[in-house]
């Protein structure tokens, strides 16, 4: 699990599901990201 962030619209992004503060272009970038980042920290 990623236990911090420094950006609180990526935390909000991961915690909550809220897209309305990442630019729409960025957000399946940013989501594939953010999961191989969870993955890889329950491996």
Do not use: C, H, N, W
């Amino acid at each position: 699990m990623i236990t911090s962030f420094k950006d609180r619209r990526l935390k909000r992004f991961y915690e909550t599901g809220e897209r309305g503060k990442i630019q729409p272009k960025l957000l399946d970038r940013v989501e594939f990201i953010l999961s191989l980042l969870d993955i890889a920290e329950t491996i």
